[in-house]
């Protein structure tokens, strides 16, 4: 099951991942920019914009997704970027499920 669904998701982000190779940009960058989105989901869960932080967490689940297809891509899967990724999905955790225990 699992291999199905990523076999699946690696077809849906290959695109994707074929610009970004082309525009030049890294994995690391995608991982960053995660981070980046961040205050934009407290915020937005803050003044009430449920709609804006659900997109938020979409867009943040994508940029995982492709950031370890373009590493692979582009050849650079490094134990730095691996840490990288691991350290900021578990921020995305804790800024997500922090903040809807303090929503309540």
Do not use: C, Q
């Amino acid at each position: 099951m699992l291999t199905r669904l990523r076999r699946i998701s690696r077809r849906l982000v290959k695109p994707v991942v074929n610009i970004l190779l082309k525009l030049g940009i890294r994995a690391n960058h995608l991982t960053l920019l995660s981070l980046t989105l961040l205050p934009l989901y407290v915020y937005s869960l803050t003044v009430k914009w449920g709609i804006i932080a659900i997109v938020v967490l979409v867009i943040i689940g994508f940029l995982d997704l492709v950031d370890g297809e373009l590493a692979r891509a582009r050849g650079e899967s490094t134990p730095l970027g691996s840490f990288l990724d691991s350290f900021t999905d578990r921020v995305v955790d804790v800024v997500v499920i922090g903040g809807l225990i303090l929503l309540g």
